[in-house]
């Protein structure tokens, strides 16, 4: 999508700190970091949140997971992470691509504010 912020990341436009990709998904520090350790995981393709995900994406969100799972374990963080999936405005989703935050490196807390 033109106007798609991670669109733009994806397509090579906008710069960004990537640390993995594969033929699915990338993954980049996020610019605002809420933890040590904070990168987001996006699919290359378009799907602005969880609510348009499609049964054609199934294997292409199993991906983004296990591009998550591969991050943490190259950040070090075998102690644990958080994969988190905000979805709708209301959730805190502020760009409208889906992403999957991978937060470690400092204690989490539960629930999530
Ligand atoms: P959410 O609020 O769940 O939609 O998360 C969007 C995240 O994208 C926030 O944590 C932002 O800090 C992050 N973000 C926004 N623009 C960029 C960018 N250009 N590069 C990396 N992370 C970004």
Redesign the pocket.
Known sequence: MLDC??CR?VNGE????VVAEDEWAMA???????APT?I?VIPKKHIGSLDEAAEEDTARLGRLLLLAKRVARDEGLASGYRV???NGAA??????HI?A?VLGGRRLGWPPG
């Not at 959730?91 to 409208?96: E, K, L, M, P, Y």
């Open positions: 912020l991670f990341i906008l710069r960004a700190a980049f520090r996020d610019i605002n970091p809420q904070h987001l988190v999936l905000n959730a805190g989703q502020s760009v409208f992403h935050h």
